[in-house]
Nanobody
């Protein structure tokens, strides 16, 4: 059973940056598809980014159009941790951010119900 713990959220001014971390325990996530989602009150959970293993030492990352060019993702397998670097933050990025893990996501890595394991979420607030 994989447990995920996010950290790194907080309050930042528009244009600023934050780096979210998602530390995993209970299993090695080096070959897992990792996803980042966010949710605003009263809204559905929204795909933000994915970082998934493609074989060997290769990983692919994909991003929602709303964050493309501003957010990047990476992982440190030695630390069993994935990261979401968020730059040029906008007020509309304000949400609770969740990381998620799945062993076999196939092509549905942008769909929340694909993922088996979730963190508790971390609040990101961007002031204008």
């Amino acid at each position: 059973q994989v447990q995920l713990v996010e950290s790194g959220g907080g309050l930042v001014q528009a244009g600023g940056s934050l780096r979210l971390s998602c530390a995993a325990s209970g299993g090695t996530i080096s070959r897992y598809t990792m996803g980042w989602f966010r949710q605003e009150p009263g809204k559905e959970r929204e795909f933000v980014a994915t970082h998934r293993w493609s074989g060997g030492r290769l990983y692919y990352a994909d991003f929602a159009d709303s964050v493309k060019g501003r957010f990047t993702s990476s992982r440190d397998n030695a630390k069993n941790t994935v990261y979401l670097q968020m730059n040029s933050l906008k007020p509309e990025d304000t949400a609770v951010y969740y990381c998620a893990a799945d062993a076999n996501s196939g092509s549905t890595w942008n769909i929340a119900s694909t993922y088996d394991y979730w963190g508790q979420g971390t609040q990101v607030t961007v002031s204008s």
